[in-house]
């Protein structure tokens, strides 16, 4: 609960919360769930966030995790020294992402990424970059085969 006159709104029933909310911008709802915890528990609601295009560096990774961010549509990860923890939960969070699109991740070595993780992560978007990405035989045989199933994948960028 809030004791703060600043959090005066969240008296507010949440419904009513909600649409003050999803008339804000991201960056003004960021502050109003700094405010308190009833303000946060409302305002972190995926809804209400507007997420076109999200870039990740190996530094911010975890920040996916965040419940605002689960409608995300477009995921960036940038080139960088990724240890091989940090991007099996990169793509253990972009297997729970419903809404996530396109997936670009060129110039990444991703060899130390279990196949099967890496495939079910790529099948569950419709637009993968994986340019330039170091990739086992095992991995690519993995994706080969699961291409013969039900997959959201319709482009694949690789080579």
């Known amino acids: 609960t809030c004791q703060s006159r600043m959090c005066a709104m969240s008296v507010l029933p949440t419904e009513i919360l ?6 804000l911008s991201n960056k003004d709802l960021s502050m109003v769930v700094m405010v ?6 409302v305002g972190e609601d995926p809804t209400l966030w507007t997420w076109g295009k999200v870039e990740v560096s190996r530094e911010d990774h975890e920040m996916l995790g965040m419940r605002r961010l689960e409608h995300v549509q477009e995921l960036i990860v940038l080139e960088g020294d990724w240890e091989s923890v940090d991007l099996e939960k990169l793509f253990q969070t972009v297997v729970r992402l419903p809404k996530l699109c396109t997936l670009n991740m060129p110039k990444i070595s991703l060899t130390s990424v279990p196949p099967v993780l890496l495939v079910t992560a790529i099948t569950k978007v419709e637009e993968v970059d994986l340019s330039d990405c ?3 035989r095992v991995q690519v045989d993995t ?15 690789i080579d």
């Not at 308190?36 to 528990?41: F, T």
């Open 134 to 136: 170091d990739l086992t």
């Open 143 to 157: 994706l080969g085969g699961r291409m013969s199933g039900p997959t959201k994948l319709c482009i694949l960028y």
């Open 36 to 41: 308190c915890r009833r303000l946060k528990e």
């Open 18 to 23: 909600n649409i003050i909310f999803s008339r």
